[in-house]
Nanobody, 127 residues
Framework: QLQLVESGGGLVQPGGSLRLSCAAS????????IGWFRQAPGKGREGVSA????????YVADSVKGRFTISRDNAKNMVYLQMNSLKPEDTAVYYC????????????????????WGQGTQVTVSS
């Protein structure tokens, strides 16, 4: 059974850092593109960052560019999102998702292309 499990969320002060992890099981994640998305209360799901199946290409939303970095370790079936210089507006539930098809460019930041989703982890940025 294909499963994605996020971890690493929590409460952090503005300017702080967190590293989110996405653990894949039940499938070879190296064959899938992985994206990170977030959803704040009352808002739609927003693409944050994504990485191609081999890790050769990454995509980052303008809202987090220069602050968030995505990476993957296919040997461990893990994908990470390093979040630095966090702001209160980064507060949301963060999800990782997997897509089996290949896309180009920022299409990877579209939630509608993804086949599988994790349950999410809460990130709260507050003093």
């Amino acid at each position: 059974q294909l499963q994605l499990v996020e971890s690493g969320g929590g409460l952090v002060q503005p300017g702080g850092s967190l590293r989110l992890s996405c653990a894949a099981s039940g499938f070879a994640s190296r064959s899938y593109g992985i994206g990170w998305f977030r959803q704040a209360p009352g808002k739609g799901r927003e693409g944050v960052s994504a990485i191609s199946s081999r890790g050769t290409s990454t995509y980052v939303a303008d809202s987090v560019k220069g602050r968030f970095t995505i990476s993957r370790d296919n040997a461990k079936n893990m994908v990470y999102l390093q979040m630095n210089s966090l702001k209160p507006e980064d507060t949301a539930v963060y999800y990782c998702a997997a897509v089996s098809s290949s896309y180009t460019g920022n299409s990877y930041l579209r939630p509608d292309i993804y086949n599988y989703w994790g349950q999410g982890t809460q990130v709260t940025v507050s003093s």
